[in-house]
């Protein structure tokens, strides 16, 4: 009943730019914490960004003062800006999501993934 679509990504050179959005639909009463993964092949899936409905955010060491996580409460949509790209950056991104339910619990979501390519 929860989806989340995202979009953004694609091929840039090594030193640009991509901003990536994740909007989630359905049914739910709203988004406790919304957050960035990614996965390059034959490696884990692993944090990339995370950010809490309060505006908190965490980051992986290897993204931190490159990406910002960000989100917009009213249309439930996170962002993830990326600058200064690299080609270690080269991964396929998800987008997460624990939802809060209308009944009280607590669920999680992902998204379908999204290929950054970083060329040089």
């Known amino acids: 009943q929860v989806q989340l679509v995202e979009s953004g990504g694609g091929l840039v050179q090594a030193g640009g730019s991509l901003r990536l959005s994740c909007a989630a639909s359905?049914?739910?009463?709203?988004?406790?914490?919304m957050g960035w993964y990614r996965q390059a092949p034959e490696k884990q899936r692993d944090l990339v960004a995370a950010?809490?409905?309060?505006?908190?955010?965490d980051y992986a060491d290897s993204v931190k003062e490159r990406f910002t996580i960000s989100r917009n409460n009213a249309n439930n949509t996170a962002y993830l800006q990326m600058s200064s790209l690299k080609h270690e950056d080269k991964a396929v991104y998800y987008c997460?999501?624990?939802?809060?339910?209308?009944?009280?619990?607590?669920?999680?979501?992902w998204g379908q993934g999204t290929q950054v390519t970083v060329s040089s």
């Open positions: 359905g049914s739910f009463f709203s988004i406790n914490a």
């Open positions: 997460h999501a624990e939802v809060i339910m209308y009944w009280g619990g607590r669920n999680d979501y």
């Open positions: 950010i809490t409905s309060g505006g908190s955010t």
